[in-house]
């Protein structure tokens, strides 16, 4: 007892005098703000800042939308916030990304900064609010420090850089600190992002030598890394691959060397310059690659040995990427890329049987898609088969394909549906002028038509008596005919999706399948009739030469309607488009010949100008499109509208950023302005409608622009959603308009109901008085009741009198 007593006293006595002598050294107030207020601001910095660099997906991205995905599923190291994937076989080593993917190459010319999610931000203001209380009331703490670097890149990850950059230039001002390289690190790109780059870029420089010196290996990583983000953010690339080359001079990380060594390929790709990109994706194997980068360097090598025309290599270096275990992950992109080199080699039903691998085994991912666009092109391009290329591109339309490939898909659909639209004109308008010289062809085909179509009824009769257990039902029309029309066209439809070779659709199943009409018979003249069928030949002709690559088929058209059609409108038209055709193949002497006859013959005619510059008459408008960066006028106004932008001045920058779009409607800064119209709508003002409508101002207008990639997803989802609340609305107007049909015609049948029981009633005129009795008690009373006329109870509704009979 009593040494329990020794040992408790002995530990209150040195906690007092430990307590004593924190405060007598000056460090109690350390002590107090570490527990009380910057331990828990730090720990949250260092969550939030590890939750926003697993969402990171570039290193590269100088202004990065973190909910951006790459191409086949973003698969590089999550050392620098880059996710992995999960492998096909189902193991746990990652997650591979799903949704609308981006462009390989789009690492260029993000627009916005990271777009963090709501739990994020609100983390960061309690991060910036915890350490403003050090800052405020704890000046002689040394976590003062601490408390301003942290309160700057909380700052900055929030993009607000101005206030972040007197954060970093306050610590600066302190002198010598355990900071003082890093934030000078942070306060350059701080300049960066508020456009004094010359500062930014001389600050990195600083910092690039002073972490040499010190043997500093991350923070060279850093300063390095921000620099060539920027440079090519800027679209300076020759710049960046100096740098590129001088980091990988200086560097003793390996694995850091060959990340920048494959980003030096990519570089040179957007060069044009395939030669040093394959060297620089060759180089990454000299280093200490990731999985991720492994693969992705010999698969982009093993891409440009077949843009240098070294077909066989390629196919090779593929076959080796396909046997090797550890990128069995990656097979899916390996075998899309061997179809595509069998296509080349005209192996045709190599590459359909590889596609449909693909497509089939990798559904959940975007190759499927991919694999479906191919096999669209095959269909379409190759064997000339629009009814299966057309199913492909629909499937590949509504896939998690890339950008590229789903907007291809979506093209071609489009493409198809005016292919199909035009050819079943032609051959209603054929019809209408065969009736027109033929009537008794007419009369029998109406009657034919009656006939399948009294078929086709009884079919959709049939088909609901299987679904109910009185017989009589369909006859006595208690069942809705036109709802089980909508079952039985549903059904054929399904039936024949696929059809089994040798079967052929009844006359019924094609007037389900919409593909028997009844015949008409128009009183448009056979003038008229013709004239419509040359313009719906013209349409058709174009199609073919300047949407599905078919300059044959388009020459046929052509060709028919001056033949077939010489004295209709679109004559000159059809002419000028057959002179364009003579001369992309090279038959000047028929062009020339044509657009000569043109402007000897059609004076009045808009198209007689442009035979001339055809023929060298008139001079060609110059073309004003920009090409150098350093020439575009809009680059200026563009910094001025970014400005206002992160000054949280909106209406001002969205203003700004509209009158850009107008005003230099060709310039590369165009589309990132109606980006951030859409982005301040959408991120600051809340206005989803004007959101929605700028991204797709930006998706129609701007259809090639990287930045399409990351709206896509949005357009589609808002679309859904007003589809959605559409389909809602009919739906409930559908559901009032037979609750009220069905209402009307119950009280039409308890009012015959009341008429039969009425043995004794007199019918007079219409609304005069008819007694009868009614025994509602021992007593006899006599009501008086109002019957109308059959004709005025179908003209009124019934609701008063249903009242009546139920009281």
């Not at 697993?54 to 190291?77: C, M, N, P, V």
């Not at 230039?169 to 004094?196: C, F, I, R």
């Not at 609304?767 to 509602?776: A, C, D, P």
């Amino acid at each position: 007892m009593f040494l329990e007593k020794a040992k408790k006293l002995f530990a209150s006595a040195s906690l007092f005098s430990i307590l004593l002598g924190l405060s007598s050294c000056g460090i109690w107030t350390d002590f107090t703000t570490y527990f009380n207020t910057y331990y828990n601001a730090k720990t949250l910095f260092d969550q939030v800042e590890e939750e926003i660099m697993k969402q990171k997906k570039d290193i590269f991205a100088f202004r990065e939308d973190l909910q951006a995905a790459s191409q086949y599923g973003g698969r590089t190291t999550t050392q620098y916030g880059i996710q992995p994937t999960t492998p096909v076989d189902g193991s746990q080593s990652g997650n591979r990304q799903t949704g609308v993917q981006q462009n390989a190459n789009q690492f260029v010319n993000q627009p916005t900064a990271p777009q963090l999610s709501g739990t994020l931000n609100e983390n960061l203001k309690k991060v910036v609010e915890k350490c403003s209380k050090i800052l405020q009331y704890e000046k002689n703490s040394s976590y003062f420090s601490d408390a301003l670097f942290i309160t700057g890149k909380a700052l900055y990850y929030q993009q607000e850089y101005a206030r972040a950059q007197r954060k970093f230039t306050e610590l600066a001002g302190l002198g010598k600190t355990k900071y003082s390289s890093e934030n000078k690190l942070w306060l350059a790109k701080t300049d960066l992002q508020l456009h004094d780059f010359d500062e930014g870029l001389k600050l990195i420089d600083e910092v690039k030598t002073e972490s040499l010196d010190e043997g500093n290996d991350a923070l060279f990583n850093d300063a390095s890394i921000t620099k060539i983000s920027f440079l090519i953010f800027r679209e300076e690339n020759n710049a960046a691959i100096e740098e590129c080359k001088d980091y990988l001079n200086k560097s003793k990380d390996d694995e850091i060397c060959a990340l920048v060594s494959y980003q030096m390929g990519r570089i040179y790709q957007l060069l044009n310059d395939s030669e040093n990109a394959f060297q620089a994706f060759s180089s990454v194997s000299k280093y200490s690659p990731t999985v991720d980068i492994d693969f992705k360097s010999r698969f982009e090598s093993a891409k440009l040995l077949k843009s240098l025309k070294k077909i066989d290599e390629s196919e090779t270096a593929f076959n080796d990427l396909q046997y090797l275990g550890k990128f069995k992950n990656y097979l899916d992109q390996v075998l899309i890329e061997l179809g595509q080199i069998y296509v080349e080699q005209n192996r045709i039903n190599s590459a359909i049987d590889i596609f449909r691998d693909v497509d089939t085994t990798y559904r959940q991912f975007p190759t499927s898609g991919i694999a479906e666009t191919r096999l669209g092109e095959i269909y379409r391009k190759k064997l000339g088969l629009y009814d299966s290329a057309y199913t492909y591109y629909s499937r590949a339309a509504i896939s998690m394909a890339p950008r590229e490939d789903k907007t291809e898909a979506g093209n071609q659909v489009a493409n198809f549906n005016r292919y199909f639209t035009f050819k079943e004109e032609e051959k209603d308008l054929e019809k209408k002028i065969e009736y027109k010289k033929n009537p008794e062809l007419f009369v029998r085909d109406s009657v034919d038509y009656e006939i399948a179509y009294r078929q086709y009824m009884d079919d959709v009769k049939k088909m609901g008596e299987t679904q109910t257990t009185d017989p009589n039902a369909i006859n006595q029309q208690k069942f809705d005919i036109s709802f089980l029309e909508q079952q039985y066209k549903q059904q054929q439809l399904v039936l024949f999706r696929n059809p089994k070779k040798g079967v052929i659709p009844t006359p019924s199943q094609l007037i389900a399948l919409g593909k028997y009409k009844k015949p008409e018979n128009i009183k448009l003249t056979t003038d008229s009739l013709s004239t419509k069928l040359a313009t719906s030949l013209y349409g058709l002709a174009s199609l073919f030469y300047s949407e599905l690559d078919r300059s044959d088929s388009a020459y046929f058209y052509f060709k028919k309607i001056l033949n077939d059609y010489p004295d209709k409108p679109i004559k000159v038209q059809t002419m000028y488009a057959l002179g364009t055709y003579y001369e992309t193949h090279n038959d000047t002497v028929k062009a020339d010949s044509i657009f000569k006859y043109i402007y000897n013959n059609f004076e009045k005619d808009p198209l007689r100008n442009a035979a001339a510059q055809k023929l060298g008459l008139v001079k060609k408008e110059e073309n004003n499109s920009i090409t150098k960066k350093e020439e575009d006028p809009a680059e200026k106004f563009y910094d001025a509208a970014e400005q206002l932008y992160y000054s949280k001045k909106y209406v001002e920058a969205i203003d700004s950023f509209r009158t850009i779009y107008k005003n230099f409607p060709k310039s590369s800064f165009a589309p990132k302005s109606v980006y951030y119209i859409g982005l301040i709508y959408e991120n600051n003002l809340k206005m989803y409608d004007s959101a929605a409508t700028a991204y797709g101002m930006l998706a129609k207008e701007f259809a090639k622009s990287p930045l399409v990639g990351s709206v896509i997803a949005k357009i589609t989802e808002y679309n859904n959603e007003k589809e959605r609340i559409r389909r809602e609305e009919e739906n409930k107007q559908k559901e009032l308009e037979a609750k009220q049909k069905e209402k009307e015609v119950k009280s039409t049948d308890l009012n015959k109901t009341i008429v039969n029981q009425q043995p004794q009633a007199e019918t007079i005129k219409d609304e005069k008085v008819v007694k009868r009795t009614f025994l509602k008690d021992p007593v006899q009373k006599q009501d008086t009741i109002k019957v109308p006329s059959q004709d005025s109870l179908k003209a009124k509704t019934d609701t008063t009198k249903l009242k009546r009979v139920i009281k």
